[in-house]
């Protein structure tokens, strides 16, 4: 077995924030699935394998900048006072929600401002799945937190990689962020699919901002194997070419009206989004075959510094709101598939919701980056 761990970064906070009583999905309400839970489930399998991964519940708070560089300060505004809002106006207690969202057909000639939180609901929610509790934004700014320390340690393990020339080259550092609520779906201004700040976004923005500040630029690369596209990391990224965005993703499901391959970028970023829908049913051998295309096409000749995973594992064969037929074995495969690009890597947690396997799934990952399991 090698002799290489992974630092965890997570927080009992992930636990004890924003949970809501339910969701409306498929036109009912139903109980939410992104739930405390799962962040208990993964760090009770992490915690069962000390020889591989080292948990801590420290972190640093950096402030606003970081999140205001990729999110704007009227979502920012929106998300920290919409609850209480919400509960004056005599909006249901479990959180908000829209009853009306902003489509670009109801604005043609103009847009009604509206400063009822019912309305502003609809300019910054844009499904049924993102509801705000009364803890909400400090359980986001906290996971956007843990995620920027954990991206910390990763610039000063990979530094250290560096220095030593190579040495270690099969292994590169990784760390992982354990938080929720995750980030991949929420856009500048807009948030939805269980997400409200997004995390990834944030962490990749702060890698590149922090290597100019050192005079030593460095190239960031997005790999996101959530089975939904992650539509927000596409938007905040779409036109510049760093970091480049690839995605590995279901096509025509959630969110529905992104993640096509015509979507390429624009202006400077033209070429350095790469979307790549996979059909439904798909499976280990051919998620892993995708994954290996995409990494040597894509992100490979990109010459990447650091790589930052939108790690979710709703692509498993029992996962209740997803479609494709990814196994428990097929996850180490897909960790060792990044491991051999030989970047230093940041894996951020977004979705999976099959309880049961949730912990190993996100495990076997992990493991098989590590070198330890394939």
Request: aromatic residues 10%.
């Amino acid at each position: 077995m090698a002799p290489y761990t992974m630092k965890v970064y997570t927080s009992k906070l992930c636990s004890q924030m924003h949970n809501p009583g339910f969701e409306i999905l498929g036109g009912a309400e139903h109980h939410f699935y992104e739930s405390p839970e799962r962040r208990e489930v993964i760090a009770g399998y992490l915690a069962q394998h000390p020889e591989s991964f080292e948990i801590t519940e420290e972190f640093s708070d950096f402030g606003e900048g970081p999140i205001r560089r990729v999110h704007k300060k009227e979502l920012l505004e929106f998300l920290e006072t919409a609850y209480e809002e919400w509960v004056k106006e005599d909006g249901h207690p479990n959180g908000v929600l829209p009853a009306t969202v902003n489509h670009h057909k109801l604005a043609r000639y103009g847009k009604q401002l509206s400063s009822s939180c019912h309305a502003r609901a609809g300019e910054f929610i844009f499904d049924m799945s993102a509801v705000i509790t009364k803890d909400t934004y400090k359980a986001a700014w906290n996971a956007a937190q843990i995620t920027l320390t954990a991206t910390q340690e990763l610039a000063r393990l990979a530094e250290n990689y560096q220095n030593a020339g190579g040495e270690g080259k099969d292994h590169p550092p990784g760390v992982y962020t354990l938080v929720r609520p995750p980030g991949h779906h929420a856009q500048s201004d807009l948030c939805g699919g269980y997400c409200y700040l997004n995390n990834l976004a944030i962490a990749a923005q702060w890698l590149i901002d922090e290597s100019v500040k050192a005079g030593k630029p460095k190239k960031v690369a997005v790999l996101d194997i959530d089975y939904h596209h992650g539509n927000g990391t596409q938007e905040m990224f779409y036109s510049v070419s760093n970091p480049l965005y690839t995605s590995l993703h279901s096509a025509l499901d959630y969110p529905y009206f992104s993640g096509s391959a015509e979507e390429k970028g624009e202006g400077e970023g033209l070429g350095f989004n790469v979307n790549i829908p996979l059909p439904q049913a798909t499976t280990d051998d051919e998620y892993v075959e995708a994954l290996k295309k995409l990494i040597k096409d894509h992100v490979v000749p990109y010459k990447p510094d650091y790589i930052v995973v939108s790690l979710g594992v709703d692509t498993f064969v029992d996962d209740p709101i997803a479609g494709f037929l990814v196994t428990t074995d097929g996850y180490p495969k897909i960790g060792d598939v990044i491991r051999r690009i030989g970047v230093p890597t940041l894996f951020v947690q977004e979705g999976g919701y099959c309880i049961e396997k949730l912990g190993v799934n996100v495990g076997g990952i992990l493991e098989g980056y590590l070198g330890k399991r394939t």
